[in-house]
């Protein structure tokens, strides 16, 4: 899991801007992918229009392994721009809810004013 979060998140600071955190866990190469897509669909949201779109944003990534083989992952923005709930859901959140579905997975994506926050919890 951490080799995918930093793979994804290296082109955007990782050691100054985003904080990856979580223990060991290994995964399969289908739930590995999925992954991959979601956090890629994530950080370029956060560069287009979230807390990486600006100097000062920033974020956190943790996920917990979970009694019963369980994924929690959170994703959460700070820093950025003013965020507002979206009046429609975009092609990247469509893909990471379609990629979580197949996993067996859920998606909930919180729009708070200080930056969004996106919790995933599947089966690994």
Known sequence: MSAVAKQELAPYGQE???QIDGPQVLLEPGAAQAIAVVLHELA???AKYGALSTAQGRVALKWSHEAGGRLVLSWAETGGPA????KRRGFGGRVIERMVADLKGTTR????PEGLVCEISLQT
């Not at 965020?83 to 979206?86: C, G, L, N, Q």
């Open 44 to 46: 370029t949201n956060a």
């Open 16 to 18: 100054t801007r985003v």
């Open 109 to 112: 994506f919180d729009w708070h």
């Open 83 to 86: 965020v507002e709930v979206p």
